[in-house]
């Protein structure tokens, strides 16, 4: 088993890229990496030697950066096995249940398809780190682009099943958007009114709001929180209906 070391990279306007070192092999990752310079010149600047590419998804501000990178450091590229053609320089292709090692660490794979037809998740159990791409954000989630309202509700099920001191590696900073959006749905919710100050204040000062912990998500993001008596009654539907709640929330936002 291994702890991994983590270094977040904000590119582009709101991306965060990941750098993830397994302290025992020397194995380095770069989870998502939307552009070559900056993890270029990231990696420089820590003397570490990329080893692998892990990506969530194909979007480009993910996977910007995967062909020049796989140039430079002859590193290895792990994608969801169900988009496998759209993942530029893929070697290695992984889908729900899989194992996937980054030397002695361990991550499990998850299928979240909603955001794209083929996105996949990965959880360090033992760094009780999740990387979600953009299935699950800050108190938000995805756009479905690709899927269907089940299948993003499905995919954040399997996501919150996770333990709440799980960290949540999410693939934007939108959460100060999402917050305004949130207070909307959620009017008496006490957790998420003391979360938006925090996120708040951190943004006043530049500063990122990711990673979040799980056990807050499942409090007070309500993309998460759809079978809950409370949020079916905010948007006038019925608490057994998870499905029409979170595609009413989601529309909603998507017109926010
Ligand atoms: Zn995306
Ligand atoms: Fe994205």
């Given at each position: 088993?291994?702890?991994l070391e983590?270094k977040?990279?904000?590119?582009r306007?709101?991306?965060?890229v ?8 020397n194995r ?9 310079q900056?993890i270029?010149?990231?990696l420089?600047?820590l003397?570490?030697t990329l080893?692998d ?5 194909h979007?480009n501000?993910?996977?910007?950066g995967?062909?020049?990178l796989k140039?430079k450091?002859k590193?290895s590229v792990?994608g ?12 290695i ?8 090692s ?12 909603g955001?794209t ?7 360090f159990e033992?760094?009780?780190a999740l990387?979600?791409g953009?299935t699950?954000?800050a108190?938000?989630c995805g756009r479905?682009?690709?899927?269907t309202p089940e ?6 099920k399997?996501?919150r099943d996770l ?11 939108y959460?100060?958007s ?13 957790n998420l009114?003391?979360r938006?100050?925090?996120?708040d204040?951190l ?9 979040s912990f799980?056990?807050?998500e499942?409090?007070?993001?309500p993309?998460?929180r759809?079978?809950r008596?409370?949020?079916a009654?905010?948007?006038s ?9 979170f ?6 936002k998507?017109?926010?």
């Amino acid at each position: 088993m291994s702890i991994l070391e983590i270094k977040q990279i904000a590119t582009r306007e709101d991306n965060y890229v990941y750098l993830l070192r397994d302290p025992i092999q020397n194995r380095v990752a770069a989870v998502d990496p939307s552009d070559f310079q900056p993890i270029a010149n990231a990696l420089d600047n820590l003397g570490w030697t990329l080893t692998d590419i892990i990506n969530t998804h194909h979007h480009n501000d993910h996977t910007g950066g995967n062909l020049e990178l796989k140039t430079k450091y002859k590193c290895s590229v792990v994608g969801p096995l169900a988009d496998q053609s759209r993942i530029a320089g893929i070697d290695i292709k992984v889908g729900d249940g899989d194992l996937f090692s980054l030397g002695n660490a361990n991550a499990k794979v998850f299928d979240t398809p909603g955001h794209t037809s083929g996105h996949i998740a990965f959880w360090f159990e033992e760094t009780k780190a999740l990387f979600c791409g953009d299935t699950l954000f800050a108190l938000g989630c995805g756009r479905i682009f690709e899927g269907t309202p089940e299948q993003m509700w499905t995919s954040l099920k399997k996501l919150r099943d996770l333990p709440d001191d799980t960290q949540v590696f999410c693939g934007h900073e939108y959460t100060q958007s999402n917050a305004r959006f949130a207070v909307t749905i959620e009017t008496g919710n006490q957790n998420l009114k003391k979360r938006v100050k925090n996120i708040d204040a951190l943004r006043a000062e530049n500063k990122p709001t990711v990673p979040s912990f799980l056990g807050e998500e499942k409090k007070t993001n309500p993309f998460l929180r759809c079978d809950r008596f409370e949020v079916a009654k905010a948007v006038s539907l019925k608490p057994n209906d998870a499905v029409s709640v979170f595609a009413e929330i989601r529309n909603r936002k998507d017109v926010f």
